[in-house]
């Protein structure tokens, strides 16, 4: 026969060890938002000059993490300014009509000899 004072000291334990993983994640989840909020807060005063309102620091600290790193993201990769030139290099299509016959052919000898 089950002893069930066991059985209840098992299900406390299991419970405990439940929330202290939980409660590790949701810290873990803090200090992240945290980090970031701040690294944005430290971006947004020296781009302006100005400090961050305590409303929009407060919905930053409380927004989620994805959505803070994606902003994060978003403004390390975005050094230039609006209008000026960009420093990503990108392909350029072709033109003329010889350059078009050319990538064309290139095209089709590519997906033959890769296919």
């Known amino acids: 026969m089950l002893d069930l ?9 299991a419970a405990a060890y439940v929330d202290a993983i939980e409660a590790a ?11 970031i909020a701040a690294a944005l807060q430290e971006k947004y005063e020296e781009e ?10 407060g919905k930053l600290a409380s927004a989620d993490v994805d959505i803070l790193a994606t902003i994060e993201r978003l403004t390390q990769r975005n050094d ?10 990108t392909a ?7 350059e078009q016959v050319e ?13």
């Open 25 to 35: 994640k949701q810290e873990f989840i803090d200090s992240s938002r945290s980090k």
């Open 48 to 57: 302006t000059g100005e400090t961050m309102d305590e409303s929009v620091l």
């Open 92 to 98: 350029s299509a072709p033109v003329t009509k010889k």
């Open 5 to 13: 004072e066991k059985v209840a000291d098992v299900l406390e334990k």
């Open 103 to 115: 990538a064309a052919d290139d095209q089709f000898a590519e997906f033959c000899l890769n296919s």
């Open 80 to 89: 230039s300014e609006l209008g000026s030139a960009s420093n990503i290099k």
